[in-house]
């Protein structure tokens, strides 16, 4: 499910331009954060703690149904801005960039559309900060598929 959702976000443009020129894995973020952005926005697709229902009790293929939740990481930095004025007016952007690409979206045949959850700030460093953005989906998982 992690790799629909990173493709909805390489796949989404402003302005005729990619929104997010990386998009990246959970595998990949740590390097990021520790090395700084390369990029004014960098988004990481992340898995979070997802929760399913008990699967069908009949005789056929087993199926099950839950809330599928994850997390995309971004990373946006400021750019000829060294007092950070333009600050709240980037992050304004931001969210609704992801906001857009992500939120009302099915990611597969098997999910639901796409909702938002939570935001979080998790790190903030020399014109840069890096904001976690939860969301959720209810999906169906089938034995064999």
């Known amino acids: 499910m992690l790799l ?78 060294p007092r950070g004025e333009k600050g709240n007016k980037v992050m304004d952007e931001l969210s609704k960039s992801v906001i857009a690409a992500l939120m009302g979206r099915q990611p597969s045949e098997y999910a639901e559309r796409i909702e938002l959850s939570r935001i979080d700030p998790i790190g903030i460093k020399e014109n840069a900060i890096w904001i976690l953005y939860r969301f959720k989906t209810m999906v169906r998982v089938h034995q064999g598929a």
Do not use: H
């Open 4 to 81: 629909p959702v990173e493709q909805l976000l390489k796949a989404y443009q402003e302005e005729g331009k990619a929104a997010f020129p990386v998009v990246g894995s959970a595998f990949s973020i740590a390097l990021a954060m520790k090395d700084g952005l390369s990029k004014p926005r960098q988004a990481y697709v992340v898995p979070l703690p997802s929760s399913y229902q008990p699967g069908t009790k009949d005789l056929g293929p087993l199926l099950q149904t839950g809330q599928f939740e994850f997390g995309v990481v971004v990373g946006a930095k400021l750019i000829d801005d």
